[in-house]
Nanobody, 117 residues
Framework: QVQLVESGGGLVQAGGSLRLTCLAS????????MAWYRQAPGNERELVAQ???????KYSDSIKGRFTISGENGMRTVYLQMNNLKPEDTAVYSC???????????WGQGTQVTVSA
């Protein structure tokens, strides 16, 4: 079992920055990938960024160059640094963890990010 808890969301003006944090507990040593997803009202949930236990990263084209995913202490803490935020970044951001060799998927409860124009 893995538990994921996000924090760091809030209200920010366009052009501002926020850093989201995802804290993992439980069977953290089995986590192979951590990812940030977001879902805006009326939209499907979309992948924002992901990082593997080897440190490989992947980003959505919509945020490339503005957001950075990083991890520390193994996969126990994963950050999403969000710079130059835009109103269209407004969404609930959720952390997802995937384990190996048996694939289990875990989600956090989400944190709201609101960017005002």
């Amino acid at each position: 079992q893995v538990q994921l808890v996000e924090s760091g969301g809030g209200l920010v003006q366009a052009g501002g920055s926020l850093r989201l944090t995802c804290l993992a507990s439980g069977s953290v040593d089995r986590i192979s990938t951590m990812a940030w997803y977001r879902q805006a009202p009326g939209n499907e949930r979309e992948l924002v960024a992901q990082i593997t236990s080897a440190g490989n990263t992947k980003y959505s084209d919509s945020i490339k160059g503005r957001f950075t995913i990083s991890g520390e202490n193994g996969m126990r803490t994963v950050y999403l640094q969000m710079n130059n935020l835009k109103p269209e970044d407004t969404a609930v951001y959720s952390c997802k963890g995937t384990t190996r060799p048996v694939e289990y998927i875990y989600w956090g409860q989400g944190t709201q990010v609101t960017v005002s124009a």
